[in-house]
């Protein structure tokens, strides 16, 4: 019983995870139309520089959440510079995008492996959060719980962002009908600009505050990005609620998986996206694929 | 013998009615003209005509044949040929190799992944006949994007009595011609011989009126009046859709 | 006239070069380098069907490419011997193509790409996984090859030469196709489905025979590589790979029949050869790929072609005219 509690939790946690990485695919893909390939390198490279902020100071607590913060901004100028200098040269060329965001993945990651070697990194749980919940003959570590609240934090936010700041409606505007959202003189391509780095932040942010659980390595870019576009492809594009449910359903079915059916992880994983893509493509919640 | 019958045709997207229970019947080898303000439905009826879009109910007779649930692209090989409002070409072409792509749409050969096509000698003589017969065969191996609008809308009109239609469908031809291109293609059209029905969509009337036997003219998506070019000309409907009183 | 006489010069050149290669290249490591371009390009003539001539770009592509070599692999370890893996390697091949292009061309353009990266990350996570059969991580070896008339392939060269007969062979097939009506249709369904459509043709059905013939290329291409490489792992199925032969195809230049020769050649040898002098070839490859489809989308044949003609400053005027890769490059 305790074991399908505690994994319950994991997948949450994990949920929680994904939800922070895809919130921002699902708004990048639902206003520019792509679906962000660099998504998964961005949360690593979040996690790298993040650990590296970590590791260069002493006192770890209060600097786990500065280190995040600062890897976060790191990431979202990073996204931002991309955007600007490299998507934007090829306006209302879709598919040249998504390779372009492709080929920067292939860089990011080989710069990741240089800089940081191919030893995995792991990064210590901040010690204000590195102790256990009990609950009845249950145990759960502090930290997970945290990482479903700051998911839950940040969902709150998002929602706020979008449904009741000015900029919010504009991205909404942008996202239901770019070409009009121009005529009624919304500067959609700085709209572009600020979701896109926004986007890269909370991938980056995810990256640094799942590294105690995933740890850091060369490959993590190829490990969340498939997860973020199932949950895209579940959830709906550009949909916020979409993500959120998408992302607790991949937890449970990645979690589930890998304990119940190891084999066949992966395809219990992809099987449900393959599905929707084929028998609805627009997403439990979205709207549809371009 | 009636070449097109649509009955009761209905159409919504959503709350917004498109089709509103519209009944025509065209008579093989006649000249209709289908006329009506922006956002009449026009467009819309001929999209399920082709079967672009499918009707929410009625039926679409071509030839006594029911054809309402026909795939589009089954419908050009029961004789229906469609010119769009926007020309649509395979702009990366040569005008021949468009006109051939045409002929094919009907011929088995459209599978066949072994021969030449350049090396058909049939196809390219049927191919050099029909843009002959709409004026442009000096620039057959043009390619497309090196053509004027009015050339192209030519060759949009070889590619479709290519395919030898009994009924052609054009929308809007005469849409963004200029006047000595406008006058190029109604002579064309003057000459398509009467064993091809034509169905025409026009706003631009003193073009249009010339060409037509019957006129339909449709409003929300609804017949207003129908008749003889006199007979819709002098209703005083007519008036009152067009000029709202 | 004349045109046709130099284009004949130089394809004849060139099959000179490649047939007498083995005499001329001694060093062993570049004549598996050559072998790899080869065989690597019928991949890239697969993937190229699809992104130059049908529109469509598949990021899944080395699934299939994987599933060939793994079937081969997985029936010589039964014991199967070689010519009926082979077929039944073809077959496996063939069928999980039908099953990739009924589920992906249910959509087109971004919607195509997500679906065959879904179903390439499936077809690895299989292959990862699903270790009594493929082994997982551990792969699986090969520990001959054919021996068709009598010949062994045991040597590099008479590797390479197998492989050259395999990609004369294909690029026959290729040509052929592409000049046939049926090529011509799908050039067609590419540029305009909705004409196409009102012209009587079958869209979806056209892109699905496409996309077996290009599941046959990629299958080819598949059992080649396991038999040089004598070995396959869950790596070769990986992102990257259906990554690399877009690369290849968008590097030489989609919808032409010299691209995807000439893109092979440029990833195989970044891969190979600078390799051994740069560290983040990787980067490299990742930073050529973004330079291409930025600078130069059409690829590098046409446009090597077009900078000889026009000259550097008017690359980026005629680059923003209508999106070369949404249309797929100039005419085949």
Redesign the interface.
């Given at each position: 019983m305790t074991f399908w509690v505690l994994l319950a939790v994991n997948s949450i946690t994990f949920g929680g995870l994904l939800f922070l990485l895809s919130a921002g695919f699902s708004l990048i893909f639902g206003l520019m139309r792509i679906p962000n390939l660099t998504h998964g390198s961005l949360f690593m490279l979040g996690a790298y520089v993040g650990a590296t902020i970590i590791v260069s100071v002493l006192n770890t607590s209060i600097d786990f959440w500065l280190a995040a913060i600062l890897a976060a901004l790191t990431v979202a100028i990073f996204g931002a510079l991309m955007e600007r200098l490299l998507l934007r040269r090829l306006p209302g060329e879709p598919l040249a995008q998504v390779l372009v965001t492709l080929g920067i993945s292939f860089m990011v990651a080989d710069f990741c492996l240089m800089v940081w070697g191919g030893d995995p990194i792991s990064v210590a749980t901040p010690s204000s959060l590195a102790g256990f919940v009990r609950y009845g003959i249950a145990v759960f570590p502090l930290y997970r719980l945290a990482i479903i609240v700051i998911a839950a934090v940040v969902a709150i936010a998002l929602w706020i962002l979008l449904e009741r700041t000015r900029l919010g409606a504009m991205i909404r505007a942008g996202v239901d009908d770019p070409d009009m959202a121009r005529v009624v003189g919304i500067r959609v391509s700085q709209i572009f600009t600020i979701v896109f780095a926004l986007g890269a932040a909370l991938a980056g942010f995810a990256g640094i505050i799942g590294a105690p659980i995933l740890s850091v390595y060369p490959g993590l870019d190829q490990d969340m990005l498939p997860l973020a576009l199932v949950v895209v492809i579940l959830g709906g594009t550009g949909s916020l609620l979409g993500s959120f449910v998408g992302s607790l359903i991949v937890g449970f079915l990645y979690n589930f998986g890998q304990a119940l059916l190891p084999e066949l992880a992966y395809f219990i994983l992809f099987l449900p996206m393959v599905l929707v893509l084929v028998l609805r493509p627009q997403g439990l919640f979205g709207r549809q694929l371009p | 013998m009636s070449a097109l019958t649509v009955s009761g045709l209905r159409k919504s997207f959503g709350g917004l009615h498109v089709t509103k229970n519209v009944d025509l019947n065209v008579e093989a080898g006649e000249r209709r003209l289908i006329i009506g303000p922006n956002g009449a439905g026009k467009t819309t009826l001929f999209n399920q005509i082709t079967g672009d879009l499918t009707p929410d109910s009625g039926s679409i007779r071509l030839f006594g044949r029911d054809i309402t649930h026909l795939p589009a692209r089954r419908r050009p090989h029961l004789g229906m040929a469609r010119t769009y409002q926007i020309i649509t070409l395979f702009a990366r072409d040569t005008i021949i190799h468009n006109v051939m792509l045409a002929l094919l749409g009907l011929s088995k050969s459209r599978w066949n992944p072994l021969i030449d096509m350049s090396r058909q000698p049939h196809l390219v003589e049927e191919a050099r006949q029909a843009i002959e017969s709409v004026g442009l065969g000096h620039i057959a191996e043009r390619p497309l994007a090196q053509t004027s609008y009015g050339e192209r809308r030519r060759v949009e009109i070889a590619m479709a009595l290519a395919q030898k239609p009994k009924v052609l469908l054009l929308d809007e031809p005469f849409a963004g011609l200029s006047i000595d291109e406008r006058r190029d293609v109604q002579k064309l059209l003057l000459t398509i011989p009467r064993d091809v029905t034509m169905v025409m969509i026009e706003h631009n009337m003193d073009v249009a009126l010339d060409f037509a036997d019957r006129i339909t003219l449709l409003h929300f998506g609804e017949v207003i009046v129908e008749g003889t070019r006199s007979e819709v000309v002098a209703d005083p409907r007519t008036r009152e859709v067009y000029l709202g009183h | 006239m004349t045109r046709n006489l130099i284009g004949l010069g130089a394809l004849a050149i060139v099959f000179l070069v490649l047939v007498t290669l083995p005499l001329w290249l001694t060093q062993i490591y570049y004549v598996n380098v050559a072998s790899q371009i080869l065989f690597y390009a019928i991949f890239a003539f697969g993937v190229n069907l699809l992104l130059g001539y049908a529109g469509l770009?598949s990021?899944g592509h080395a699934g299939l490419f994987g599933i060939a070599s793994y079937a081969t692999a997985y029936l010589l370890a039964a014991g199967w011997g070689h010519p009926l893996s082979i077929i039944a390697a073809l077959v496996v091949g063939m069928l999980s193509t039908a099953v990739f292009a009924a589920?992906s061309l249910?959509?087109t353009?971004?919607?195509f790409?997500?679906?065959t990266?879904?179903?390439g990350?499936?077809i690895?996570?299989?292959a990862?996984?699903?270790?009594?059969v493929t082994n997982g991580d551990n792969g699986i070896n090969v520990h001959t090859r054919p021996m068709p008339f009598g010949l062994s392939l045991a040597s590099p060269e008479a590797f390479y030469y197998l492989t050259f007969v395999v990609f004369v062979i294909c690029t026959i097939l290729v040509t052929?196709?592409v000049?046939?009506?049926?090529?011509?249709?799908l050039?067609?369904t590419r540029?305009?489905p909705?004409?196409?459509?009102?012209?009587?043709?079958?869209?979806w059905m056209i892109r699905f025979?496409a996309c077996m013939?290009s599941g046959l290329l990629t299958c080819i291409a598949g059992i080649l590589f396991v038999y040089y490489n004598q070995f396959i792992s869950p790596q070769t199925l990986?992102?990257?790979s259906s990554?690399e032969v877009?690369?290849m195809v968008?590097s030489g230049g989609p919808a032409t029949l010299l691209g995807p020769v000439v893109g092979s050649a440029l990833v195989v040898i970044v891969k190979s050869v600078v390799s051994g002098y740069i560290?983040?070839w990787?980067?490299l490859?990742?930073?050529?790929?973004?330079a291409i489809?930025?600078l130069m989308?059409e690829g590098l044949v046409p446009g090597t072609v077009r900078l000889w003609n026009l000259g550097w400053r008017k690359t980026t005027r005629s680059r923003r005219q209508k999106?070369v890769?949404?249309?797929g490059g100039?005419?085949a």
């Open positions: - | - | 770009v990021l589920l249910r959509t353009g971004i919607g790409i997500m679906i990266l879904a179903l990350e499936i690895w996570g299989l990862y996984r699903w270790i009594s052929i196709f000049r046939s009506p049926f090529g011509a249709a050039r067609g540029d305009q909705r004409r196409m459509t009102a012209l009587g043709y079958h869209v025979w013939f990986a992102l990257t990554a877009v690369l968008i560290a983040r990787n980067f490859l990742g930073a050529i790929f973004v489809v930025i989308p999106g890769l949404e249309t100039p005419p």
